[in-house]
């Protein structure tokens, strides 16, 4: 009985971990990175969100639900679950949303917006002109889509990597 070499069953390929993509521990630094940022702005919880200042409780809500989607889509992608890869899909497609919602409510009505954040941080209230607003609003929009499109892209591609 002649055996090929192509027959043997249980090489050591098939005994080996898979190694986690270099793509998706960036994907993790960025999760963690968002998740760590938001952590921080709870003690002092003041954050535009669109038209609107949010301070005091309704601010640490909303960070308390970005810290929920943010821990969760970092286990998640960690433990390669289906879900996972939607979760973080759609959190960067609201993510993107929310940049261009404060953009444009900017744009629509800039001294209001100048004050609201003057008030914000009245100690700071100098730095925050329409300029300086304008650039940071722009900045964070543009970074944000840019960011957004790369991480929706790659994870789309790597579907494959989520296992259910």
Same mark, same amino acid.
């Given at each position: !009985?002649?055996?090929?070499?192509?027959?043997?069953?249980?090489?050591?390929?098939?005994?080996? $971990?898979?190694? =986690?993509?270099?793509?998706?521990?960036?994907?993790?630094?960025?999760?963690?990175?968002? =998740?760590?940022?938001?952590?921080?702005?709870?003690?002092?919880?003041?954050?535009?969100?669109?038209?609107? *200042?949010?301070?005091?409780?309704?601010?640490?809500?909303?960070?308390?639900?970005?810290?929920? *989607?943010? +821990?969760?889509?970092?286990?998640?992608?960690?433990?390669? $679950? !289906?879900?996972?890869?939607?979760?973080?899909?759609?959190?960067?497609?609201?993510? !993107?949303?929310?940049?261009?919602?404060? =953009?444009?409510?900017?744009?629509?009505?800039?001294?209001?917006?100048?004050?609201?954040?003057?008030? !914000?941080?009245?100690?700071?209230?100098?730095? =925050?002109?329409?300029?300086? *607003?304008?650039?940071?609003?722009? +900045?964070?929009?543009?970074?944000?889509? *840019?960011?957004?499109?790369?991480?929706?892209?790659?994870?789309?591609?790597?579907?494959?990597?989520? $296992?259910?």
């Amino acid at each position: !009985m002649e055996i090929k070499q192509n027959d043997v069953v249980g090489s050591s390929v098939n005994t080996q $971990k898979e190694k =986690f993509p270099v793509g998706m521990i960036i994907l993790l630094i960025l999760l963690g990175f968002g =998740f760590v940022s938001t952590l921080s702005s709870i003690a002092k919880p003041t954050l535009q969100f669109g038209p609107v *200042i949010l301070n005091g409780l309704p601010a640490v809500l909303y960070s308390l639900i970005v810290l929920v *989607i943010l +821990s969760t889509s970092f286990f998640g992608v960690l433990k390669r $679950k !289906m879900w996972a890869g939607r979760l973080v899909i759609g959190w960067y497609i609201i993510g !993107m949303g929310i940049s261009l919602l404060n =953009f444009v409510s900017f744009l629509a009505d800039k001294q209001s917006v100048v004050r609201l954040y003057q008030q !914000m941080s009245p100690t700071n209230a100098q730095f =925050f002109t329409e300029s300086t *607003i304008t650039g940071f609003l722009t +900045s964070a929009l543009v970074m944000g889509v *840019i960011i957004g499109f790369v991480v929706i892209s790659y994870v789309y591609r790597r579907r494959d990597f989520f $296992k259910n």
